[in-house]
């Protein structure tokens, strides 16, 4: 075995979405991550759904993240948990309602 090799330990991570987070309504790509951080996706309700659909980020979203190593847990948790202040935040995140399949953009 070599000496030199790195030990890769990842760990992954996932934080729910409130109402207030500076996160509510932005596409999942737009968020940067700190180095050696990636993303693997958002759980919404029971579907996970991949970055590559870089899907918006809603309430009661779960962003999930993974660390390639341990000492960067911190600050992954740290970036994932940015919220607006309390004296910004509204009762509930104004991009709560979720469109459906069955809906359509109607740009009148």
């Known amino acids: 075995m070599l000496k030199n090799k790195k030990a890769l330990e990842p760990s992954l991570f996932a934080?729910?979405?409130e109402?207030?987070?500076v996160y509510c309504g932005i596409h999942l790509t737009d968020?940067?991550?700190p180095n050696q951080?990636?993303?693997l996706g958002i759980l919404r309700e029971t579907q996970?759904?991949?970055t590559t659909d870089n899907p918006t980020i809603y309430a009661g979203d779960y962003i999930l993240?993974?660390?390639t190593h341990p000492m960067?847990?911190?600050?992954l948790k740290v970036t994932l948990k940015k919220?607006?202040?309390v004296y910004y935040s509204l009762n509930s995140c104004l991009l709560e309602a979720r469109p459906t399949d069955s809906q359509s953009v109607n740009s009148d």
């Open 15 to 17: 934080v729910s979405i």
């Open 31 to 33: 968020i940067q991550l």
């Open 37 to 39: 951080c990636v993303f």
């Open 65 to 67: 993240a993974i660390a």
């Open 19 to 21: 109402d207030n987070s």
């Open 48 to 50: 996970v759904i991949s």
């Open 83 to 85: 919220i607006h202040s």
């Open 72 to 75: 960067m847990i911190p600050a």
